[in-house]
């Protein structure tokens, strides 16, 4: 068996090569087909995924195209930015422009790389930096953002920053939303509520118009906004509001008059409408304020008027610029809203302090009033006068007088009169009086109860004397009311001012008016007063003394005479035979005669002598330090006066006459007494002569 099987290994180790090589070529040619098939099979494939790269690939070059053109027209701005050097890999039109550039290279160089670019905190670089790395580390990131291109606009943005996959590697998007307009509607409408709100709590007219000037210049970025409020007394603009201009410029233009050339602001006041100045620096208008304008850094500016709902100035809004400029539609349209409030504001201010001067005006009339009609009659002048320098104060006038009218004989003369600091009086003589008719005086003042003149409406003839003594010059103005004592014109108020406008508004011509009446009210009292004082000591039909005050002058010159030892003397004297007078010719006769001797007694004592009726046709004489031997001598010449004067009666009348002198220790009756006791015994000597008592 062993051997039959090697001998057949040895007969195919001997054949093999013969028979194997056959099959061995067999097997590799059919290798060589299969690989052959395979690999057309796999060129196909590969030609057929290099024709979808190449398509792939040009469909992601087309759409990057494409994107790069949607972001190119987008308002959006867009940039990419390297996540490591934070440099500039696209940025499309929007984006450039929002940040002031005009390439990507100047987008990395002078703004990603140059902290000087940005604004502070929290707007800067390394803030901005900040919120990258968040992005980097936390993905999305929304936020707002404020920048500030050089010689541009500022700009506001709702922004967003996301990591992205971009070419080979991942970058940083930034977009950003333009909401610049919204911003500025926001913090304009901010100013307009704060300016509201200062209103309504009446917080002061600067505070309020500094909020204005705010809201218009949020409105118009790179504008500089100034208030002023027309002083219409003085002709003069006064800075309120607007506090971005510099001081000394604001300094300068206060007090700017109203007149054509006064700058921008003065002119549009003067011609009541707009006036732009493009360059301040060849504007003939600003000679005066180029200088300060210059050094304030302004170029340009633009004076629109503030307009009261009556029509009436109330001042100008100004808008100035550091570049020559001049307004747009927009510009216009975004300060009619300021404007409208400012009106509103002025007018509101305005409104208080007239009331505030309604309550004043109140006050004082009050005072003055309460004053002077509770005055004694003896202090009545000096009460005038003190209310003369009160008006003075409140109108802030230079002179205020009272003129007074005498009617027997028709004269007038300035019993009262203050005048202010470089004013001299009227009249230092306040004694001199003129001549004028009360009926005529209706027609200088018309029916109305007060008149104002000036230089350009002159005081008529029938007040000569005042046009003389005032002399109505340039911007001075009198107001003339009248003073009435009852139903008659007693006298006229004057309150002369000087001011650019006519100061006499209705309301301070009526305080004026109200003023008149007050010192006719108290002028009538003071001389109703006096007439009662004088009714209540003097008899009514001589005017002389009447018994009651006789007595009480008698009193104090005996307490005066018994505590420095001296003396006076008395006279006492009644008419002869009056009884029969009255009875023969009446009366009235009787009272004409007594009346006479009233006057020849007051026509032949001394000032400081004093005479009065004792009662019926007797009168009685005071003679201070006078002794008797001296009082015998004017008793008889009273006697001979009376004896030769020639009174209405065809007959003469004849006074019998007794004197007598104190005596330490006396008291007023006993000198009466004695001096009573002196006339009864010239009566029995035959009468018309004079007794003495020792």
């Known amino acids: 068996?062993?051997?039959?099987?090697?001998?057949?290994?040895?007969?195919?180790?001997?054949?093999?090569?013969?028979?194997?090589?056959?099959?061995?070529?067999?097997?590799?040619?059919?290798?060589?087909?299969?690989?052959?098939?395979?690999?057309?099979?796999?060129?196909?494939?590969?030609?057929?995924?290099?024709?979808?790269?190449?398509?792939?690939?040009?469909?992601?070059?087309?759409?990057?195209?494409?994107?790069?053109?949607?972001?190119?027209?987008?308002?959006?701005?867009v940039m990419l930015l390297d996540s490591s050097s934070k440099s500039v890999l696209y940025a499309n039109e929007t984006a450039m422009t929002a940040f002031g550039v005009r390439t990507e290279e100047q987008l990395t160089t002078d703004v990603m790389q140059k902290p000087d670019a940005w604004p502070a905190a929290p707007f800067s670089l390394l803030d901005f930096e900040e919120t990258i790395f968040k992005a980097g580390r936390s993905g999305l990131q929304k936020f707002e953002w404020y920048f500030e291109p050089a010689g541009r606009r500022p700009v506001w943005l709702d922004s967003s920053l996301s990591l992205i996959s971009y070419k080979s590697g991942q970058a940083l998007m930034f977009t950003g939303v333009n909401i610049t307009d919204r911003k500025h509607a926001e913090r304009a409408d901010y100013f307009r509520h704060k300016a509201m709100t200062s209103m309504a709590n009446d917080n002061s007219l600067h505070i309020t118009l500094d909020h204005l000037a705010a809201m218009a210049e949020s409105r118009m970025p790179g504008a500089r906004c100034g208030v002023m409020v027309h002083d219409g007394e003085r002709a003069r603009l006064r800075w309120v509001g607007g506090r971005s201009v510099p001081v000394p410029f604001r300094e300068a233009m206060d007090g700017l008059p109203v007149a054509f050339g006064a700058a921008s602001s003065g002119t549009a006041v003067f011609i009541r409408g707009r006036v732009v100045t493009r360059d301040i620096r060849t504007d003939d208008r600003w000679g005066r304020h180029r200088d300060a304008a210059e050094s304030a850094g302004l170029r340009a500016c633009w004076s629109e008027p503030v307009i009261g709902s009556s029509g009436e100035l109330l001042g100008t809004f100004d808008v100035y610029h550091e570049q020559p400029w001049t307004p747009g539609d927009d510009d216009i349209d975004a300060l009619t809203d300021p404007i409208a409030i400012t009106s509103l504001a002025i007018e509101r201010h305005?409104?208080?302090?007239?009331?505030?001067?309604?309550?004043?005006?109140?006050?004082?009339?009050?005072k003055i009033s309460t004053d002077l009609l509770t005055l004694d009659p003896e202090e009545t002048d000096e009460g005038i006068t003190s209310t003369c320098r009160a008006l003075g104060d409140f109108y802030r006038a230079d002179r205020v007088f009272l003129c007074q009218i005498e009617d027997a004989s028709q004269q007038v003369w300035i019993s009262h009169e203050w005048a202010g600091v470089g004013f001299g009086a009227l009249c230092p003589e306040t004694t001199r009086k003129y001549p004028v008719i009360p009926g005529s005086l209706n027609k200088v003042f018309e029916g109305k109860p007060s008149v104002v003149f000036s230089a350009d409406n002159e005081i008529p003839p029938q007040l000569e004397f005042l046009q003389e003594l005032l002399a109505l010059k340039g911007q001075q103005s009198v107001l003339l009311a009248m003073v009435h004592r009852g139903d008659r014109m007693a006298g006229i108020l004057g309150i002369q001012m000087t001011s650019a406008v006519n100061p006499w508004t209705p309301q301070r011509s009526q305080t004026a008016e109200l003023m008149a009446n007050l010192f006719g009210s108290a002028l009538n009292r003071s001389q109703l007063m006096h007439s009662l004082t004088y009714q209540a000591v003097h008899d009514q039909l001589t005017g002389l003394y009447n018994r009651h005050k006789i007595e009480s002058f008698m009193d104090q010159e005996v307490a005066r005479c018994s505590r420095y030892g001296s003396t006076f003397s008395v006279i006492i004297f009644d008419l002869d035979h009056f009884k029969s007078i009255n009875d023969r010719f009446g009366h009235n006769e009787g009272d004409a005669v007594l009346s006479s001797v009233s006057s020849l007694v007051n026509g032949g004592i001394r000032e400081s002598e004093i005479a009065g009726r004792w009662g019926g046709e007797e009168f009685l004489i005071i003679l201070p330090e006078t002794p008797l031997d001296s009082a015998v001598p004017v008793a008889d010449r009273l006697r001979g006066s009376i004896e030769s004067y020639r009174f209405s009666i065809p007959e003469p009348v004849t006074i019998s006459v007794g004197v007598a002198a104190f005596r330490p220790g006396d008291t007023p009756h006993e000198i009466i007494q004695r001096a009573d006791a002196a006339l009864y015994s010239a009566k029995e000597s035959g009468r018309n002569c004079v007794k003495q008592s020792f």
């Open 350 to 366: 305005q409104a208080k302090g007239q009331l505030e001067h309604m309550v004043l005006s109140e006050q004082m009339v009050r």
């Open 1 to 77: 068996m062993d051997s039959t099987v090697s001998d057949y290994w040895a007969l195919f180790s001997e054949n093999a090569p013969a028979v194997a090589f056959p099959v061995v070529t067999a097997a590799l040619a059919a290798l060589l087909v299969v690989s052959l098939l395979r690999y057309r099979r796999l060129d196909r494939h590969v030609q057929g995924l290099s024709a979808e790269m190449g398509s792939a690939n040009r469909s992601l070059r087309n759409a990057d195209r494409d994107l790069r053109t949607l972001f190119d027209q987008s308002a959006i701005a």
